[in-house]
Each structure stands twice: as C-alpha cells, then as structure tokens.
C-alpha cells in the first residue's frame, strides 16, 4: 500500500478542510514538491505553518519506494519532535481535496540561504555557532535513525527572536536501512550533493555529512568549494573530479582546527569524512570562538 493510500485509510472521515480550519496570510516559500504558507489556526488563533503538497509530485516520488513500507513525510517529521533545532510538527493527513497537508510551527525568520547570499551581517561573530546548530539538527536526524538528503542552507531557518538555526523539510528523507540505501537514488540539491548520490552508488548518512561539510564551508566563506558555473545535476559532477579550494585561502583568520573538520567532510571518499556527525562535532570542539 502506497503512503497515498495508506492517509487515505487513516483520514478517510477526517480530512482537512483547509479553507474552514485555516486562514491563510501569506505565501512564503514554493518547494519542489509543495508549497508553504504562513496561517493562522481558526480554532486557536495560533500562527502556523502549513506545507501543502504536490500530489502528482509526491506520488511519483513515493512510488519509488512502494514495496519498502515507506513512511510518509509527515510520520517522519513526527518522528523528529522534541530537538530545539529541528522544527515542531503538530499534525499530519489529507485535505478534503485528497492531497497530503503537513501542520507545524512557524518560525519566524530568513533561510540561511538568504543570509549567506547577502552576506547578512547578522552571520558575523556568529559563523561558528551556526555550523555547531547545522551538525546538532543533523545529529538528532541522524539518531533518530533517518538520512535527511537534503542538507543545505535552503533547509535551515534563521529564528530572529533567539538567533538559533532549525532544520526544515524532510520532503526526501528516508529510514537508514539498507533497502533505502539502494544505488539508484539521485535526490537532493546538486551543489550540495555528494558524490556518491550523484554517481548512483550505495548511500547511507556520509552523505549527509557531505552536505553538512558544503554548508558550514558556505556559512564561513560565503563561497562553494567548488567553481559554480551551473545548478544543474552536472555542478555535483564536480565533487569528485576536482579538488575543492582550500577553505583557508578564502578565509585565513579561520581557526585551523574548524577549517580542517570542514575540508574532511568534502571529501569524495565516505571513508575519508567523519564517519558520524557526532565525530564532527566532537573534532570541532576545542574551537572556542569565531573569527574575526
């Protein structure tokens, strides 16, 4: 039975009716599968998010995965509730219209994405602390026994009230099992994507320790490691075929210990990277404060 399916037996006498229990305020982002507005809940006049997907999209993903039990995004976001980092989902299931809506905490705040992009001073005195934030979400991820596949700065939001990162999106998460791990899969956002995934071998979490390592080297640079010439899947084309700039040559003032945890991470060979998140976090340790 396919996850479709599976929230169409669950909901059947309980579907959403979006438009009675929701108002919504305003559009803020258009994913790939789905779109994500800002609402507020009718009932309790709290603001929310709210993640409507795609059906047609979503289906053509999760067919991929259809003899394998495959749970559905939103059984895998609550599965992920209780880390400050990572965002709260309140509930899950279908609208009235047959198509998968997904309810959790708005946070209020700028993607990383845009920060970096802009070279938001905000990311000053503060480059350490958000890498810390990015590898401690992947952590729990990690613990929690999923793969995240989709680790970027895209997929983390910046909260203004506490200046704390939390990580989004679980759209292409997968349980780390073996038979989700399969060659085949090539899901993610190029520019961060590792090689293994783009070269169609067997994946498992390094991959996202990859990613990890492309975003902390971004959040410190305000650069990619590699020369950016298109965002298209031919970009991770690059990942193992040249060697990525010396995080050091962009930024010298950065604490040597930090900028080689970082260029491990890059390194095309999932044997040569820190082999866990928590071996990340636990080499960057000793590293007291920012640059300046």
């Known amino acids: 039975m396919g996850f479709l399916d599976r929230l169409q037996s669950m909901f059947q006498s309980d579907r959403l009716d979006l438009r009675e229990r929701y108002q919504i305020l305003r559009r803020a982002v258009s994913g790939t599968m789905s779109k994500f507005y800002m609402a507020r809940d009718r009932r309790t006049g709290e603001i929310v998010g709210l993640k409507i ?8 993903f ?17 599965n992920l509730n209780g880390h400050p980092l990572v965002v709260h989902t309140h509930e899950f299931g279908l609208t009235t219209d047959n198509v998968p809506y997904i309810v ?12 970096l992009v802009n070279r938001d001073p905000v990311i000053e005195g503060q480059r350490l602390k958000l890498v810390r934030q990015t590898a401690e979400a992947l952590e729990y991820v990690h613990e929690k ?55 169609r071998r067997w994946t498992d979490q390094r991959l ?27 970009a991770a084309l690059a990942h193992d ?13 950065l604490d040597p210990i930090l900028a080689r945890a970082i260029m491990r991470c890059i390194r095309p060979n999932p044997n040569d990277r820190p082999q866990t998140v928590t071996s990340f976090l636990s080499m960057i340790r000793p590293v007291r404060q920012d640059d300046t």
């Open 53 to 60: 997907a795609d059906r047609e999209k979503v289906a053509a």
């Open 62 to 78: 999760e067919s991929r995965f259809k003899e394998l039990d495959k749970p559905c995004e939103g059984e895998i976001a609550m």
């Open 104 to 115: 959790m905490e708005f946070v209020k705040g700028p993607g990383l994405q845009s920060l």
């Open 145 to 199: 026994g999923f793969i995240h596949r989709d680790v970027c700065p895209r997929n983390f939001i910046y909260e203004t009230t506490t200046g704390d990162l939390k990580l989004i999106d679980f759209g292409l998460t997968l349980p780390a099992r073996k038979e989700f791990m399969q060659p085949g899969n090539r899901t993610g956002t190029p520019l961060y994507m590792a090689p293994e995934v783009v070269r």
């Open 208 to 234: 996202d320790i990859f990613a990890m390592g492309v975003s902390a080297y971004q959040i410190c640079t305000y650069e990619m490691p590699w020369p950016v010439i298109e965002t298209s899947g031919k």
């Open 241 to 253: 075929t040249q060697t990525p700039r010396d995080i050091l040559e962009y930024r010298p003032t």
